[in-house]
């Protein structure tokens, strides 16, 4: 059991998470704001042994050498890489501190954001018609870059009403191969491709200048990232074209926020996997790494 265990900002438990979560510490602390910069952390942390935080925050070595107790930093929210986390891992690992991160918890709601954005636009029910006529999922050329698990559920979910679909991903995968998707290069799907959906780890930024020039015109191109996949200016300049069209459940996602103005860009500005399934299934992901770790 942890001494004192502190919830840094809102993590997103639901009740009887929270409930289950004063199991494991003789005290727990929950703060219901972000914190403003990172003396507002150390001075919330104190003398804890444990930590849990969002994504909405950023948990620093400068941070975690003042805090002497800590032994373990629950992430509640995904963890891909130790690059891409929100916590200094490397450091983490250095000194001692164990740091749990949980993954695939609202990818339902993302597919169905793609499914829902993505007939809007092909039908033109709650979004301006693409093309000339409405244009069915039949025999759509849809392109997938990453193939994680939300990729892979999108594109699985995509072929089922009849796209075509191809990915890119670091190496082909036969069981997509046996289901009829096809590894294709990534210039060569982003140009024989109608539709195309990045769904990558954060900071990876695979559609550079050239990337987008393969792209060209006339596409329309989903982002279901955590961040971009894009430097902003690249992308910028590809919105240039009217006939492109860019769609994003956040901001975030965008890159820059100043591209929501643009009329070819649709962002609902909404996380797709925040529903309450996902709000239940973190809380049961986020407590069993705490019961992991005590366990040990």
Known sequence: MFQKLVAMEPVSLVPWGEQELAQ???QVIQFEDVPSDNAEILARIGDADAVLLSYTSRLDASV?????????????????SKESANVDIAYAEEHGITVTGIRDYGDQGVVEYVLCELVGHLHGYHRPLWK???????GLKVGMVGMGVSGTMIAKALQFLGARVSYFCRAPKPPLEEQGMVYTPL???????QVVFCCLNKNVLLLDAPAL???????????TSIGPAWAAPDIADWLKNPTNRLC???LDALGDPALARLDNVFCVNASAGRTAQ??????RKVLDNIKSYLSL
């Open 213 to 223: 020039a393969a792209l060209g015109d006339g596409k329309l191109l989903f982002n």
């Open 64 to 80: 975690m050498e003042k805090c002497p107790n800590l032994k373990y930093v629950g992430m509640c929210c995904s963890l891909y």
């Open 248 to 250: 994003t459940d956040t």
């Open 24 to 26: 494991y510490a003789r």
């Open 187 to 193: 210039h060569d799907l982003l140009k024989n491709c």
């Open 132 to 138: 000339d006529m409405p244009i069915e999922l039949t």
């Open 278 to 283: 996902a709000f239940e299934l973190l809380s």
